[in-house]
């Protein structure tokens, strides 16, 4: 498990206090590596999120890469989503950011992580579309910390795909061809887990799939040079 996970056995918190969210999340990041909320935002905000989703210009969107700056380059057998990164200049957004931001503090409280800031996009997958198993940050070489992923598919249904397969942790042993878990991108549900941690993939979409996909960062900056977003 990711060290700064670990060394909260020494947590002087004896657990999560009764029915309060942010105790849960942690609890289950400390434990696990990982959460699913099934609707953790309010139905208003969601909405939102989604109407402003569709109201983009496809042609707003861009194809998705692999890597970050120098490294970035496109590969259509890996992944095949277009995203748009995100601003506060939308108010569903802002709400939602301020929402993710009372979460890396609630976070830093409680696990002591040193989370810096939030960086996200919607992701569109149109029919037949996926991203081969990956991992969003590698040991040591990052500075994403925390994945999340909040799902704005409406009425989704097993038959239409997508699901998230999130695989157990490699350690040097042939990695697990089984799934640790898969996560339906029902509308309004949500995954947490740790970056470097586990490999997931999104599996082959079929009919268009809406989501906002995220990382909670550490601060890589140098000198007076604050480390870049995107």
Not at 166 to 193: C, D, H, N, W
Request: proline share 7%.
């Amino acid at each position: 498990m990711n060290a700064a996970i670990s060394a909260l056995a020494e947590d002087r918190r004896s657990g999560p206090r009764d029915g309060d969210p942010m105790d849960l999340i942690a609890a289950a990041l400390r434990k696990d590596g990982y959460i699913v909320l099934p609707a953790p935002l309010p139905p208003a905000l969601l909405a939102g999120l989604l109407r402003h989703f569709r109201s983009i210009d496809r042609e707003r969107f861009r194809r998705a890469g692999i890597g970050r700056e120098d490294e970035h380059q496109l590969n259509r057998f890996v992944r095949s989503d277009e995203i748009f990164w995100l601003d506060r200049a939308n108010p569903a957004v802002a709400a939602y950011l301020s929402w993710m931001e009372t979460l890396r503090l609630g976070l830093n409280r409680r696990l002591f992580l040193g989370l810096f800031d939030y960086e996200c996009h919607y992701a569109y997958y149109d029919r037949g579309t996926f991203y081969k198993k990956h991992l969003d940050a590698f040991k040591g070489s990052t500075n994403r910390v925390l994945s999340t992923v909040l799902y704005l598919t409406p009425n989704w249904q097993p038959r239409d795909g997508g699901e998230l397969a999130i695989y157990p942790p490699e350690t040097g042993e042939a990695p697990s061809a089984e799934p640790l878990l898969k996560v339906a991108p029902r509308f309004g549900q949500m995954v947490i887990f740790l970056s470097e941690e586990f490999p997931h993939e999104v599996l082959t979409v079929n009919r268009p799939r809406y989501s906002v996909t995220g990382w909670f960062r550490v601060n890589n900056s140098l000198g007076d040079t604050i480390d870049p977003a995107v």
